[in-house]
């Protein structure tokens, strides 16, 4: 005879690979390389940070954020205000995309792309989670009313800021 286990004490195995709740919230449902270009863009929460010059230690390779901002960059908004001819008048500026966020390291830590790259939930002051555009200057994570444009700065040596907004010490 064999023994039959009490239904009061089943218990539900998940099959292995079985497929994880979908929120409903396409950034946090899909994986970045999964997005569609309009879904991509949209993970941008228009910090503006990335368009922040940094310097970088030759001998350690530390790199050293400062608030001097690309010509470019609209420092009340945190948008290029050339979006689409940016690489024809700042060759340098760089293209993200899913494969090239593992090399980009000095992308600031709130960074949305960072963020999902590693699988963690956007912050909470994001527009795509608190629907507000504006909640992320109101929380001091933009670049709007702390930076200076590159126009102006003079040194970059001069312009080292400690940390990034929001990072702890
Ligand atoms: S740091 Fe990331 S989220 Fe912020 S503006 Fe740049 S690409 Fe967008």
Known sequence: MRARMPRNKLRQ???????????????????????????????????GRCCLNKLEDE???????????????????????????????????????????KELDWLPPSCAYRLRAQGLPLPDWHYLVCGDREEIHRRGMSTRGWTISEVDAGPLENHIVERWPGEDA
């Open 13 to 47: 195995i998940w099959p292995v690979g079985s497929p994880k709740v979908m929120t409903g919230r396409y950034w946090e449902d899909k994986p970045l390389a999964a997005l569609d270009r309009a879904q991509w863009e949209s993970l941008c929460d228009g910090c």
């Open 59 to 101: 001998e350690s390779g530390d790199i050293y954020p400062t608030n001097v901002a690309c010509r470019l960059l609209d420092r009340r908004t945190g948008q290029c205000s050339d979006y689409r001819n940016r690489f024809a008048q700042v060759p340098d500026c760089i293209r993200l995309t899913p494969a090239r966020l």
